[in-house]
């Protein structure tokens, strides 16, 4: 069995809005192998989630996949009948979303909606898919599932509905999970929690998640790989030991000092980047990151940097890292 | 539903002695209302049915045998305990008590009132859901555009319209009565044909436009993303899902146009001749009948407040946060 799950080449989402078109991804590439955690961070609005969604194609009508590849498990997602893709979606690849308090249709009992969804991807009776479904949710680790059966999301707390919407993604036994900041609105106990569940999914069950934060503390924890984005593009992508030991792209950096440490003295300062995220609409022909750069050069308002492999497994997209180390971090332009 | 629980139920309990409590000052407020309204139409009941023949004794004595020259108040009181009693009083007009004509003629506007509200829902939904899926498609402008003017139309001009052009010009329907099931059901049918169209329109694009206007506000939610994200079909995303969580606005606007079904009634029987309530308050009103307009209009003041009664048990149900905003609980 190949050991690769998925594999996208080239990615480009756009939306088309009647102020002009957003480059929400141009040109991203990367690949997972199977029981593998990737995590994707960035900014708000620098594409993450648009990321996870082009690739089961859940995309608004103004937004489409206008070039790039994307394969998983054998299956080029971009050429795939409707059908077909509806039978992925929720089976062999399940989505998380961030706000689980909405990722739940609120008029409908969660246990019809578990079975609702066991039985679109199996051919299972109502006694059945309920069985199953009371079985998930005590895998996930929810007291009393039968009652829970019986609640409407807006009587459970938000980490209970993560946990239902956990139970629901893997009632299918799925391949894939995309988790598109799965903790970011819950309190920090429960968040350890559902990240601990997560984890202990892909161990158990060797599911493949793609883990989608701003927190690089959730990475540091989950991830095996890293994708940074900026500006709809990738700035830097590797594995996450090299990226901890040796981060080379300056918008990571940024990403770093603005992370609240515990091993840092209290005393110093959260640096938050300055500046704001590019406007989509306005990114290409150069470094969507010179007008925020400390580093920045006079190429990097000419030329857009191309991804480029700095290092074995370490690529980074970036003027200044070509990979004989020119650049240190927090060298401010020394040499200017 | 199996697993209705008890706090639902306590509920549903609540709203319905929330409601009954309602009608007393409601109805209280409607007979005073129409009491001294009906005594403000210009013209004399007595004279009216003795005819323009009568002399002023005969006027007099009959007044006096209906009880209307006693004091206003104490006619007033009368009524009040009469109501109290179950008993609506007389018709003048028609010599027999309010009540059995009211309920012998309720059927009748009944079967169109009820008839055009089905339709409206069964035309009028399917219609405001495609739109909402369909959003700047040509059949979303289009139906929008008849649904903008099937709102504005005036009901009487519209039966007039129907009348001139079906059956005058046309000679399609028949405009005049309801038909008999003995003429065979299509003769009933025909009968209902206008007044039913009639009485269609205006909820028919009420209903098009809410049921759009709230689909289009859900189908953006993060729950019907998600639900796609689950795989599910379409068909039920929209149908059942996203209909379900479209529906509290447009369950308040069936419950008005429902009640507002009742007046627009009135004047649709008149113009179609249609023997139901509309046409015998319009007859009551015509020869000034206190008690049978004071009784009709009784009457249709109860059922709004139970249509009214029937759209917050029908919210309980379909919406489960109705219920646990209304319980009070944290
Ligand atoms: N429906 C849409 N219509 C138009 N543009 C959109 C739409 N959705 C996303 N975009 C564009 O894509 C960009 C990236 O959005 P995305 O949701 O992927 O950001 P993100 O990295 O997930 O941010 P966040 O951390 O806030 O979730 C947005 O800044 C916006 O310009
Ligand atoms: S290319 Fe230039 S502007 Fe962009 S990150 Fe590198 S140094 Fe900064
Ligand atoms: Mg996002």
Avoid at chain 1, 84 to 92: D, F, I, N, P, V
Avoid at chain 2, 112 to 139: C, D, E, H, N
Avoid at chain 2, 152 to 173: A, E, T, Y
């Amino acid at each position: 069995m190949n050991d690769q799950i998925l594999q996208v080449n080239n990615l480009k989402t756009y939306f088309f809005t009647a102020s002009g078109t957003a480059k929400a991804v141009d040109g991203v590439s990367f690949t997972m192998n199977r029981g593998q955690i990737m995590g994707i961070v960035g900014e708000s609005g620098s594409g993450k989630s648009v990321t996870a969604s082009s690739l089961i194609r859940l995309l608004p009508k103004t937004g489409s996949i206008v070039d790039g590849e994307v394969i998983f498990d054998g299956h080029d997602m971009r050429r795939i009948a409707n059908r077909e893709l509806l039978k992925l979606r929720g089976s062999e690849i399940s989505m998380i979303f961030q706000d689980p308090m909405t990722s739940l249709d609120p008029v409908f009992k969660i246990g019809d909606q578990m079975i609702e969804l066991i039985r679109t991807h199996k051919n299972l009776s109502q006694q059945e898919a309920y069985r199953t479904a009371v079985e998930m949710l005590h895998l996930v680790g929810i007291p009393e599932p039968e009652s829970r059966m019986n609640a409407y999301p807006h009587e459970l707390s938000g980490g209970m509905c993560q946990r239902v919407i956990i139970a629901m993604a893997i009632s299918c036994q799925p391949k894939f999970i995309i988790a598109d900041e799965p903790t970011t609105a819950l309190d920090v106990t429960v968040q350890a929690q559902i990240l601990g569940l997560l984890k202990k999914l892909r161990d158990e069950m060797g599911v493949s998640i793609l883990m989608i934060t701003h927190n690089l503390g959730i990475v540091w924890e989950m991830c095996d790989t890293v994708m940074v984005m900026y500006g709809g593009t990738t700035v830097e992508y590797t594995e996450m030991a090299q990226l901890y030991a040796n981060p080379l792209h300056p918008y990571t950096w940024g990403l770093l000092d603005s992370m609240p440490r515990l091993s840092a003295p209290p005393v110093e300062e959260l640096k938050a980047i300055p500046g704001t995220p590019p406007d989509l609409r306005l990114t290409g022909g150069c470094c969507a990151f010179y007008n925020r750069c400390p580093y920045m050069r006079e190429i990097c308002a000419k030329e857009v940097p191309p991804l480029v492999e700095v290092e074995p497994g370490h690529l980074v997209a970036c003027h200044r890292q070509n990979g004989d180390k020119t650049l240190v971090r927090g060298e401010v332009n020394q040499d200017d | 539903m199996a697993d209705i629980d008890n706090e639902q139920v306590i509920q549903v309990l609540k709203t319905i002695l929330k409601r009954l409590v309602q009608l007393v000052p409601i109805l209280f407020v409607v007979i005073t209302l129409t009491f001294v309204l009906t005594r403000m139409i210009p013209g004399n009941p007595a004279a009216i049915l003795l005819g323009p023949q009568a002399s002023p004794a005969d006027i007099a004595r009959m007044q006096e045998e209906l009880g209307l020259n006693k004091p206003m108040l104490e006619q007033y009181v009368n009524y009040l305990t009469g109501i109290s009693q179950g008993d609506f009083g007389k018709s003048i007009s028609y010599n027999r008590p309010v009540l059995s004509l009211i309920l012998e003629r309720l059927p009748a506007t009944l079967q169109i009132t009820l008839t055009s509200m089905v339709l409206a829902v069964f035309i009028g939904v399917p219609i405001g859901v495609f739109s909402a899926v369909k959003q700047y498609s040509a059949f979303d402008y289009i139906f929008m555009i008849l649904a903008l003017v099937g709102v504005s139309m005036p009901i009487f001009w519209l039966g007039l319209m129907l009348v001139l052009v079906f059956s005058v010009k046309l000679g399609w329907f028949a405009v005049l009565g309801m038909g008999s099931l003995q003429n065979g059901f299509w003769d009933v049918v025909q009968h209902m044909v206008l007044p039913v169209v009639c009485l269609t329109t205006i909820p028919t694009a009420t209903f098009a436009r809410i049921t759009r206007s709230s689909m289009l506000e859900v189908v953006n939610k993060e729950s019907i993303k998600a639900l796609r994200a689950r795989g599910i079909r379409e068909s039920l995303v929209i149908w059942k899902h996203a209909l379900k969580n479209a529906l509290p606005p447009l369950i308040t606007v069936i419950g008005m146009q429902l009640a507002s079904a009742f007046s627009g009634a009135i004047l649709t029987e008149t113009i179609f001749s249609w023997p139901g309530m509309g046409m015998l308050i319009y007859s009551a009103v015509f020869n000034r009948d206190y008690a049978l307009i004071q009784g009709a209009v009784l009457f249709i003041a109860i059922i709004f407040v139970f249509v009214n009664l029937i759209v917050d048990l029908i919210y309980l149900v379909i919406n489960p946060r109705v219920n646990y905003e209304g319980g009070g609980t944290p």
